[in-house]
Antibody
Framework: EVQLVESGGGLVQPGDSLRLSCAAS????????MTWVRQAPGKGLEWVAN????????YYVDAVKGRFTISRDNAKNSLSLQMNSLGAEDTAVYYC??????????????WGQGTLVTVSS | SYVLTQPPSVSVAPGKTARITCGGD??????VHWYQQRLGQAPVLVIY???DRPSGIPERFSGSNSGNTATLTISRVEVGDEADYYC???????????FGAGTKVTVL
């Protein structure tokens, strides 16, 4: 059974940093791209970043480029998101998800339960 | 960047059919995926590649995609189908993912 379990969320002040983690199990982690998606309170889903199987390619939404860094530890089946210079606009539930390529088109076939990040003074 | 447009809400009576649209410029040339998010829960994939269902998703859920509109159809709607539904595509030119704003389905 595929399981994705996020951790590391919490209440931080504007300008602070926070590191989120996602523990993956139930599938061969090294075979898949992985991604972070966030959802601000009462809002829709927003893709944040994704990372190739070996970590050699990373992509970010413009809103977090230069502040957030996605990474993975394939030895530990773990995905991370380092978030720096946090602002109120980063307040959201952060989900990690597994990316599956059906042919040439990827989608997010499994999601974690999310971890809440609140940025407030 | 690519934009997906969904109606904010759709209301449907139990047993009837709900249709949720997702508009985008020439969206028929993309592969569209749909996610269901019940209140307080994580999203769940219900349709991928326009019309394929993951295992465990009822046949009542179907999808289509042509021209400038993709559609998620829920037949014989049940109270348990009440949720937010999001369409999503992948922009291969940027390797970015785009979600629609979501449609709240209310079962009357």
């Amino acid at each position: 059974e595929v399981q994705l379990v996020e951790s590391g969320g919490g209440l931080v002040q504007p300008g602070d940093s926070l590191r989120l983690s996602c523990a993956a199990s139930g599938f061969t982690f090294t075979d898949y791209w992985m991604t972070w998606v966030r959802q601000a309170p009462g809002k829709g889903l927003e893709w944040v970043a994704n990372i190739r199987q070996d970590g050699s390619e990373k992509y970010y939404v413009d809103a977090v480029k230069g502040r957030f860094t996605i990474s993975r530890d394939n030895a530990k089946n773990s995905l991370s998101l380092q978030m720096n210079s946090l602002g109120a606009e980063d307040t959201a539930v952060y989900y990690c998800a597994k990316i599956y390529y059906s042919g040439a088109w990827p989608h997010f076939d499994y999601w974690g339960q999310g971890t809440l990040v609140t940025v407030s003074s | 960047s690519y934009v997906l447009t969904q109606p904010p809400s759709v209301s449907v009576a139990p047993g009837k059919t709900a249709r949720i649209t997702c508009g985008g410029d020439n969206i028929g040339s993309y592969s569209v995926h749909w996610y269901q998010q019940r209140l307080g829960q994580a999203p769940v994939l219900v349709i991928y590649d326009d019309s394929d269902r993951p295992s465990g998703i009822p046949e009542r859920f179907s999808g289509s995609n042509s021209g400038n509109t993709a559609t998620l159809t829920i037949s014989r709607v049940e109270v348990g189908d009440e949720a937010d539904y999001y369409c999503q595509v992948w922009d291969s030119s940027t390797d970015h993912y785009v979600f629609g704003a979501g449609t709240k389905v209310t079962v009357l």
